[in-house]
T-cell receptor, first 116, second 112 residues
Framework: ETGVTQSPTHLIKTRGQQVTLRCSSQ?????VSWYQQALGQGPQFIFQ???????GRGNFPPRFSGLQFPNYSSELNVNALELDDSALYLC???????????????FGPGTRLLVL | DAKTTQPTSMDCAEGRAANLPCNHS???????VYWYRQIHSQGPQYIIH???NNETNEMASLIITEDRKSSTLILPHATLRDTAVYYC?????????????FGTGTKLQVIP
C-alpha cells in the first residue's frame, strides 16, 4: 500500500506566475486536504476536498483553488504568485468514515515552492 | 476552533521518557486531540489521538486530563530519531468537514 505522494518535490516560480501542485492520496482514501507551511511555522489549513468538491476552506484568498479527480487525486492551483507564497505545501488524505466522524489524516512529503 | 499551547522546546535524554504537554483549554466536546510530529520539514507523521480516554499505541501514550483542558504525549524510551517538532492539535467538525488547526509545536531534542 503506497502512502500519500506529491509532485514536484521542489519548484521555483517568479512573482505573478501560476503554479499547479499535485497529490495522490493513499489507497482507499477519499478525502484530501491541503496545507501551507511557511518556514518555522506550523501547517495552515487551505482547503479540503471530498467527492470532488471543496467542503471546507481556511483563510486563503480565491487565487488558491483546487480540484479533486474521480480517483481521489488532487491538485492545488495558485494564481498570481506572491513572494509570501513561498512555503512547503502539504497534502493529507484520510479514509472514508461514518458521517461526521473524525478520520486520521496522513500527510505526504510536501512540495517546496520558492517564489522569486 | 480550539487553540493549543505548547512549550517552544524541550530536551530529553536518550532512553528516558519524553513527556510533551499541551494545553487546549477551549476544547469542545466533539473535538479530538491529535498528535503529529515533523522531522526536517518532511510531512507530518501521525502519532496518536484521543477524545477523553487515555490511549496507547506502538509509538506513544496519550494522557488526557479529566476536564480535557490539557494532555500529555509520552514517548516511553526516547531515541535520537525522535528528535522532531511535535504538534498537538484539536480536530473540529464544521459543516461536516475536518478542519485541522496546527499550533507552533514543541521542538524536542533528544540528547545522547
Amino acid at each position: 500500500e503506497t502512502g500519500v505522494t506529491q509532485s514536484p518535490t521542489h519548484l521555483i516560480k517568479t512573482r505573478g506566475q501560476q503554479v499547479t501542485l499535485r497529490c495522490s492520496s493513499q489507497s482507499g482514501h477519499n478525502t484530501v486536504s491541503w496545507y501551507q507551511q511557511a518556514l518555522g511555522q506550523g501547517p495552515q489549513f487551505i482547503f479540503q476536498y471530498y467527492r470532488e468538491e471543496e467542503n471546507g476552506r481556511g483563510n486563503f484568498p480565491p487565487r488558491f483553488s483546487g480540484l479533486q479527480f474521480p480517483n481521489y487525486s488532487s491538485e492545488l492551483n495558485v494564481n498570481a504568485l506572491e513572494l509570501d507564497d513561498s512555503a512547503l505545501y502539504l497534502c493529507a488524505s484520510s479514509p472514508p468514515g461514518l458521517a461526521g466522524s473524525q478520520e486520521t489524516q496522513y500527510f505526504g512529503p510536501g512540495t517546496r515552492l520558492l517564489v522569486l | 476552533d480550539a487553540k493549543t499551547t505548547q512549550p517552544t522546546s524541550m530536551d530529553c535524554a536518550e532512553g528516558r521518557a519524553a513527556n510533551l504537554p499541551c494545553n487546549h483549554s477551549t476544547i469542545s466536546g466533539n473535538e479530538y486531540v491529535y498528535w503529529y510530529r515533523q522531522i526536517h520539514s518532511q510531512g507530518p507523521q501521525y502519532i496518536i489521538h484521543g477524545l477523553k480516554n487515555n490511549e496507547t499505541n506502538e509509538m506513544a501514550s496519550l494522557i488526557i486530563t479529566e476536564d480535557r483542558k490539557s494532555s500529555t504525549l509520552i514517548l516511553p524510551h526516547a531515541t535520537l530519531r525522535d528528535t522532531a517538532v511535535y504538534y498537538c492539535i484539536v480536530r473540529a467538525l464544521s459543516g461536516g468537514y475536518q478542519k485541522v488547526t496546527f499550533g507552533t509545536g514543541t521542538k524536542l531534542q533528544v540528547i545522547p
